[in-house]
């Protein structure tokens, strides 16, 4: 599976589970780790942990192995990592206080309403 493939998988799961504000940001050229950042905020921590249940599961699915998840105590912020693809999910609070997207501001963004657009 293509990083790009991968990342509308990401893309799909989330706005299964009705994800919000979600951002699709390509880090290709500026980060050597991942080449995807995906950004989506869930509106309490039983629904970051639906979704990153969610997003697990389809990738399984899919044959894709997490290469690991952080924050699953908390339930704030849930990174999952899945090599070319990384995942925040993070309640509302958290993400306006990390503005994540301040940080990947010159980075492509795709959002959610693309996903029209994602097969």
Known sequence: MTADDLQ????EALDDLKGQNILA???SGS???TDWMVIA?????RHVKSLVDRLIERVKASGVVPVG???QDALDW?????????????QRESRSFYDLERLWRTSPVKESTALSSVS
Do not use: A, P, Q, R
Request: aromatic share 0%.
């Open 8 to 11: 509308g998988l990401v893309l």
């Open 25 to 27: 940001l390509d880090v």
């Open 31 to 33: 980060s050597s780790v």
């Open 41 to 45: 905020s869930g509106t309490s921590g």
């Open 69 to 71: 998840v952080e924050g």
């Open 78 to 90: 849930v990174l999952v990592d899945l090599g070319d693809v990384v995942v925040h999910i993070m």
